[in-house]
C-alpha cells in the first residue's frame, strides 16, 4: 500500500501555554488570590464587629475565630485562627504543603480521591457519625464552590492582561514556528487541530488562527473543556476511566457520583465530536503537547488520541518557570507513559526522543527573540535541555583573532536543582534550587557534563576559554562593555563591592547582549581549557600545554625553587626535573573566568580569567552544546 503524503496535526494546549504568555494562571496563583481575598474580606468584616466574635466565611470555606485582634496582616497568619467548613479546600491544603509545584490536577485528583471515599461509603445510615463528612452531595457542594471561585479568578486575570502588548505580538510569531514547522518525515500538513485544555481564549485572542487560515478550513481550535465566553460549557471534574476503581462508582447508579465525570460532561458539551473525525477519520496524524502535564485526571482522552493507529508522532514542549527552574520534566513524561496503559511497544514508537522535546518560548525570554522578515525562517535563540537553558552564540572572532565557531551556551550557570535533576543528589541541601553549584571539583563538573550528554544526546562540554569570553563579551551583538552587559558593574554582577560576602541565586540581574546571565560575578566558571604550574626562580607561573616545549627547550639546566601545592614546601631542584614534577597530575591548573562574589570589580570583566588546582566556595560552571 502506498504511503499517504499528507498528515494531520494535533496541537494539544496545556496550562504552561498561558504561563507561558505571561498569564499568571497557575494552580498556585489562583489559591494565593483565594487567601489573599479571603484576608481582605475577614478584615473589612472586622472593621464593623467591636466584641470577640466568629466568622463564618460568606463562601461558607471556613469559620475564623477573630479574637481581639484589629485584623489579619497576611494569609498564613488567618489559617492559623480558622476552622474549615470546606473539607475539600481542607485537604487541597494539606495536599498543597506537600507538594512543590502543585498543579490544576491534583484538585481533580483530590476530587476523585474524596469520590472514591464518599463511594466506599455509599448507603450507610443519615444517622450515621460521619454521614456528612462521607457525603456525596457535601462533597459535590464543597466542589461547585471552588469550582465558582476558580472561574472568577482566570476571568479576572485574563480581563487584566494586555493583550495588545508588542511582547504579545512578537511572542505569537516565535510560537507559530512551532505550529507551522514541517513534518519530521517530510509529510505535508493538512490540517491542524488546536485541542484546548484552557478555559481563557488566548489562542484566538493572540491571532494564532488568522482568517484566511480558518476560511480556508486548515486550522481548528476545539474548547475541550469550555471555555469563559460560555460559563455553562465549562468542564472541571475527572476522567480517568481507566482506573479501575471508576466502574465501581458506575455501579452505584447515583447520578451525584457522575456529576463532575468528564465522559458525561463531553457528551453534553459535543466538543468531544469534534475531535472524533481528527482521531478515527482516515488520515494519520501527529500529536504536538504544549504545556500539559499530562496527569490522570485526562488519561482516558489523552489514551484515546496517542494509542490509536493513526497516531504516528508525539512531540512535547514544556513548560519551564522561574530562571533556572525547570518543572518536573522526568515526571510530566512518566504522565505520558502511563497514558498508554500495557502499549510500552507502542509508547517507544511514537514518542519523540528525550532530546528533541523542546521548551515552549516564553515571555520572560522576549529579549532573545528574533523576528524573521520571512514567517517560515527557523530561528532557535533560546533552547532548553533536561532543564538546562541555553542560547545561541553565532561564531564570529576574538580581539587576537582566535576564530569561534557556532555553539549553545548555558543561559545561567548551572543550578542545584540542574545539578539533582541530572545526577540525582543535591551539592549543597541548605542553598535554595535556583543558586549556581560552587565548590566542586572539576572531574565532578566533566562527570555533569558526561550525564548531561548521555541523557540528551547532546554533544555538551564545558566551554574552552575563548567560547566563554567571546559569549562574555556578546559575541557578534558586543557593545564592548567592560563587563557581561554593562560598563557598570552593579547592573549586571555580584562582586564584593555589592554580594554581602555570600551567593546569590542565578539570574538577578541584567544579562548581556546575547541574553546571557551571570557571566560577570557571582562565580568563577570552570572552563575546557587547561593550565599546568611551571616553575621559574620567582615561583610558579600559569603557561598553557602548548608552551611547554618552547619553556623545556629554553631552561635545560637552569637551577630553581619549586612551591609543593599539597605540602607547601620549598624544593630547589634542576629545571628538567621541576617541569617532570611539575606537570603530574596534582599540579593541574583549570582556568576560571568572570570573576566571583569575593571578587574586586576588576576581576569581573569579560576578560578576567585564573587558574585554579583545588575547588573553592566561589566557583561554578556553565555548559554547552557544540554545534552537530
Excluded at 495536599?95 to 476530587?111: H, N
Excluded at 461509603?121 to 443519615?126: D, L
Excluded at 563538573?445 to 541523557?455: D, W
Excluded at 558586543?478 to 563591592?497: H, L, P, T
Amino acid at each position: 500500500m502506498e504511503k499517504p503524503n499528507k498528515r494531520n496535526r494535533i496541537i494539544i494546549i496545556g496550562n504552561g501555554f498561558d504561563l507561558a504568555h505571561g498569564l499568571k494562571t497557575s494552580y498556585r496563583n489562583f489559591i494565593d488570590w483565594l487567601w489573599d481575598k479571603k484576608v481582605e474580606e475577614i478584615n473589612e468584616v472586622k472593621k464593623m464587629i467591636k466584641s470577640k466574635s466568629r466568622i463564618v466565611d460568606k463562601d461558607n470555606l471556613f469559620i475564623v475565630d477573630v479574637g481581639e485582634r484589629n485584623e489579619f496582616n497576611s494569609a498564613d497568619e488567618l489559617k492559623r485562627w480558622i476552622t474549615y467548613k470546606n473539607g475539600l479546600l481542607e485537604t487541597l491544603e494539606k495536599k498543597r504543603s506537600e507538594l512543590k509545584d502543585p498543579k490544576w490536577s491534583d484538585i481533580e485528583d483530590v476530587y476523585y480521591d474524596c469520590l472514591l471515599k464518599c463511594n466506599n461509603h455509599f448507603g450507610i445510615e443519615k444517622e450515621e457519625k460521619n454521614y456528612e463528612e462521607l457525603s456525596i452531595i457535601r462533597l459535590n457542594r464543597e466542589f461547585r464552590v471552588l469550582r465558582a471561585k476558580l472561574l472568577e479568578y482566570l476571568q479576572s486575570v485574563y480581563d487584566s492582561a494586555d493583550k495588545d502588548r508588542p511582547e504579545f505580538i512578537k511572542l505569537t510569531h516565535r510560537m507559530k514556528k512551532i505550529f507551522e514547522a514541517k513534518d519530521n518525515n517530510g509529510y505535508e500538513i493538512e490540517k491542524t487541530v488546536f485541542i484546548s485544555f484552557n478555559y481563557t481564549p488566548t489562542l484566538e485572542s493572540n491571532g494564532y488562527l488568522d482568517s484566511s487560515e480558518k476560511k480556508k478550513g486548515n486550522a481548528e481550535i476545539i474548547y475541550i473543556h469550555g471555555n469563559l465566553k460560555d460559563r455553562d460549557s465549562i468542564i472541571f471534574g475527572y476522567g480517568d476511566e481507566l482506573d479501575s476503581n471508576s466502574l465501581n462508582i458506575q455501579e452505584n447508579k447515583d447520578n451525584a457520583f457522575l456529576e463532575f465525570n468528564k465522559a458525561v460532561l463531553y457528551a453534553r458539551s459535543g466538543e468531544y465530536q469534534r475531535i472524533v473525525p481528527y482521531i478515527y477519520g482516515s488520515n494519520d496524524y501527529e500529536v504536538y503537547i504544549l504545556g500539559h502535564s499530562c496527569a490522570n485526571s485526562d488519561r482516558a482522552l489523552l489514551n484515546e488520541i496517542f494509542d490509536n493507529e493513526h497516531c504516528k508522532l508525539i512531540k512535547y514542549y514544556y513548560y519551564s518557570g522561574s530562571p533556572g527552574i525547570e518543572v518536573n520534566f522526568k515526571e510530566q513524561i512518566s504522565n505520558l507513559y502511563r497514558i498508554f496503559g500495557e502499549n510500552h511497544r507502542g509508547f517507544r514508537a511514537i514518542f519523540c526522543p528525550l532530546h528533541e522535546s523542546e521548551r515552549i518560548p516564553q515571555i520572560s525570554d522576549i529579549e532573545n527573540f528574533i523576528v524573521d522578515e520571512e514567517p517560515s525562517a527557523s530561528t532557535n535563540t533560546v533552547i532548553e535541555i533536561l532543564g538546562v537553558q541555553f542560547v545561541k552564540v553565532k561564531g564570529g572572532c576574538l580581539d587576537d583573532g582566535t576564530k569561534v565557531e557556532d555553539f549553545w551556551i548555558g543561559k545561567y550557570p548551572v543550578t542545584e536543582l540542574q545539578w539533582k535533576n541530572i545526577i540525582g543528589e543535591n551539592v549543597d541541601d541548605e542553598k535554595g534550587d535556583d543558586f549556581p553549584v560552587v565548590g566542586i571539583k572539576y572531574g565532578e563538573c566533566l562527570k555533569f557534563v558526561g550525564e548531561l550528554a548521555s541523557q540528551s544526546g547532546r554533544a555538551v562540554s564545558l566551554p574552552t576559554e575563548e567560547q566563554w569570553m567571546f559569549a562574555a563579551r556578546g559575541g557578534n551583538n558586543s557593545k564592548n562593555y567592560i563587563y557581561a552587559g554593562s560598563n557598570n558593574i552593579d547592573e549586571v554582577g555580584w562582586y564584593k563591592g555589592n554580594s554581602e560576602g555570600h551567593l546569590h541565586p542565578v539570574g538577578k540581574k541584567k544579562p548581556n547582549e546575547l541574553g546571557i546571565y551571570d557571566m560577570s560575578g557571582n562565580v568563577w566558571e570552570y572552563t575546557k581549557t587547561v593550565t599546568r604550574s611551571s616553575i621559574n626562580k620567582n615561583g610558579i607561573n600559569l603557561i598553557k600545554l602548548e608552551e611547554l616545549e618552547e619553556i623545556t627547550e629554553n631552561k635545560t639546566n637552569e637551577v630553581v625553587y619549586a612551591k609543593d601545592v599539597l605540602s607547601g614546601k620549598m624544593h630547589r631542584m634542576n629545571f628538567e626535573e621541576a617541569v617532570i614534577k611539575t606537570f603530574k597530575s596534582r599540579f593541574l591548573s583549570n582556568v576560571v573566568c568572570g570573576g566571583g562574589y569575593l571578587s574586586i570589580n576588576s576581576h569581573c570583566r569579560t576578560n578576567s580569567k585564573k587558574g585554579i588546582e583545588r575547588p573553592a566556595v566561589h566557583v561554578g560552571f556553565r555548559v554547552v552544546i557544540n554545534q552537530e
